[in-house]
C-alpha cells in the first residue's frame, strides 16, 4: 500500500494550491482519507478527511471555509484544495488512509502515510 502525494510549493499570503494524494496497492473503496499538516516544533493537526464511500467531508476549525477535500474514485486519487493561504498553514502536508472508514482527528488511528508535501506560504 502506497499514498503519494504531491502539489506543494511555495505561494504567497491569499493564494492556493491543490495537494493530491495518489493511492495505490489496493482498492481503498472503504477507506477514510485524511490530510494532516505538521509545523515545525508542533504537533500533527488533523485538516480535514473524506469518507471514500459516503461522500462525506470533515475539516479542522482552522481551515473551514477555505479548504476542500474531494477524491476521483477512477483515479484512486484524493485532493485538497487550499484557499485564501496564511502564513500559519505553512507546513509539511500528509495524506493518510484508515481501515476503519469511520472519521477520525487522531493520527493513529490511519494506518497508512504518505511522505508529505511542503506547503510555504510567504507574507
Known amino acids: 500500500v502506497q499514498l503519494q502525494a504531491s502539489g506543494g510549493g511555495v505561494v504567497q499570503l491569499g493564494g492556493s494550491l491543490r495537494l493530491s494524494c495518489a493511492a495505490s496497492g489496493r482498492t481503498f473503496s472503504s477507506y477514510v482519507m485524511g490530510w494532516f499538516r505538521q509545523a515545525p516544533g508542533k504537533e500533527r493537526e488533523f485538516v480535514a478527511a473524506?469518507?471514500?464511500?459516503?461522500?462525506?467531508?470533515y475539516y479542522g476549525d482552522s481551515v473551514k471555509g477555505r479548504f476542500t477535500i474531494s477524491r476521483d474514485n477512477a483515479k484512486n486519487t484524493v485532493y485538497l484544495q487550499m484557499n485564501s493561504l496564511k502564513p500559519e498553514d505553512t507546513a509539511v502536508y500528509y495524506c493518510?488512509?484508515?481501515?476503519?472508514?469511520?472519521?477520525?482527528?487522531?493520527?493513529?488511528?490511519?494506518?497508512?502515510w504518505g511522505q508529505g508535501t511542503q506547503v510555504t506560504v510567504s507574507s
Open positions: 493518510a488512509a484508515g481501515r476503519s472508514g469511520s472519521y477520525s482527528t487522531t493520527p493513529h488511528e490511519y494506518d497508512y
Open positions: 473524506i469518507i471514500w464511500g459516503g461522500y462525506s467531508t
